[in-house]
Nanobody, 129 residues
Framework: QIQVVESGGGWVQAGGSLRLSCTAS????????MGWFRQAPGQERTFVAA????????YYLDSVKGRFTISRDNAKNTVYLQMNSLKPEDTAVYYC??????????????????????WGQGTQVTVSS
C-alpha cells in the first residue's frame, strides 16, 4: 500500500503560479503511476495530469497543456504539479492519486479516477481574477 499527502495549495491572483507537491509513504514509490485530479464546488472530480511509473510518460487535460507540468522525484517519493498562468477556472481542491496502473497505456486510462485506489485529502487552490 501507499499513502499520499498533498501540500502547496493556496491563494494566487490570475496569471500567478503555484507548485503542488505530493509525498508518498513506502519504498516502492517508483512502481506507482501518479495522477492529479481536481474538484470544484458542485462539480465532479476531473483529471488534470498524470505521470507513468516507468518511463515517466506524462498526460494532461487539454485546458492545462502548456501551463501545468507534472514531474516526479523518485528519490524523494514526491510528485509535483507546477501550475503557471493560473486562471480563475483552475480554482478547485486538487487531489493526488496513486496506483500501479500496470495495464494502462492510454490517456483515457490514466485520466479515469476509478483506476486509482490511493488518494490524498486534497489541497485547496484559489485563483482570483
Amino acid at each position: 500500500q501507499i499513502q499520499v499527502v498533498e501540500s502547496g495549495g493556496g491563494w494566487v491572483q490570475a496569471g500567478g503560479s503555484l507548485r503542488l507537491s505530493c509525498t508518498a509513504s513506502g519504498r516502492t514509490f517508483s512502481t506507482y503511476a501518479m495522477g492529479w485530479f481536481r474538484q470544484a464546488p458542485g462539480q465532479e472530480r476531473t483529471f488534470v495530469a498524470a505521470i507513468s511509473r516507468s518511463v515517466g510518460r506524462t498526460y494532461y487535460l487539454d485546458s492545462v497543456k502548456g501551463r501545468f507540468t507534472i514531474s516526479r522525484d523518485n528519490a524523494k517519493n514526491t510528485v509535483y504539479l507546477q501550475m503557471n498562468s493560473l486562471k480563475p477556472e483552475d480554482t478547485a481542491v486538487y487531489y493526488c492519486a496513486a496506483d500501479l496502473l500496470d495495464t494502462c497505456s492510454t490517456y483515457g486510462c490514466y485520466a479515469t479516477p476509478t483506476k486509482y485506489h490511493y488518494w490524498g485529502q486534497g489541497t485547496q487552490v484559489t485563483v482570483s481574477s
